[in-house]
């Protein structure tokens, strides 16, 4: 065994292994198996080219980075977490009013609360263009993150 260590050169030729794992592009990293192994395995090998090796049509499982646009889906990501977290708040707490666990006072402060956290998020979502609809994650089967009001 040779103790260099191993650098992956690019443009380097790569000369067939047998039963070793494909290497991946960015649209793979979300797979759930390349070639029958996990795509996060540590024996999976990466290949950072833009252009993946086959042609996968239709896969729906892509990791699309604009320069133009990562702010604008970075905001739309924490909003969204932001969002759904203020929806589980503004639950928990209507439940709390219907039990009688709150004081007049704790009643008065939660609500302004989470009056003051819709009026932020709307103005953030204007801010970077969204709409509410804009911020609910469609999750396949399960259906969309944020129910539909």
Same mark, same amino acid.
């Given at each position: 065994?040779?103790?260099? &260590?191993?650098?992956?050169v690019?443009?380097?030729?790569?000369h067939?292994?047998?039963?070793?794992?494909?290497?991946f592009?960015v649209?793979?990293?979300?797979?759930?198996?390349?070639?029958?192994?996990s795509?996060l $395995? &540590?024996e999976?090998?990466?290949? $950072?080219r833009?252009?993946?090796?086959e042609?996968?049509?239709g896969?729906?499982r892509?990791?699309? !980075?604009e &320069?133009?646009?990562v702010?604008r889906d !970075?905001?739309?990501?924490v909003l969204?977490?932001?969002?759904? !977290?203020? /929806?589980?708040?503004?639950? /928990? $707490?209507?439940?709390?009013?219907?039990?009688?666990?709150?004081?007049?006072?704790?009643?008065?402060?939660v609500g302004?609360?989470?009056?003051?956290l819709?009026d932020r998020?709307?103005?953030l979502?204007?801010?970077?263009?969204?709409?509410?609809?804009?911020?609910?994650l469609?999750?396949?089967?399960?259906?969309? !993150?944020l129910?539909?009001?």
């Open positions: 065994m040779s103790d260099e &260590p191993r650098h992956h690019p443009d380097a030729p790569r067939h292994v047998p039963d070793a794992p494909q290497p592009t649209s793979d990293v979300g797979a759930d198996a390349v070639d029958g192994r795509a $395995a &540590p999976a090998s990466f290949d $950072a833009q252009e993946p090796r042609p996968h049509a896969r729906r892509r990791l699309d !980075l &320069p133009d646009t702010e !970075l905001v739309k990501l969204t977490v932001v969002e759904l !977290l203020r /929806q589980l708040m503004e639950r /928990q $707490a209507v439940r709390r009013f219907d039990e009688g666990d709150l004081t007049e006072e704790q009643e008065e402060r302004l609360t989470l009056m003051l819709e998020m709307a103005e979502r204007n801010r970077y263009g969204l709409r509410p609809e804009d911020l609910n469609d999750l396949g089967p399960l259906g969309p !993150l129910p539909r009001d």
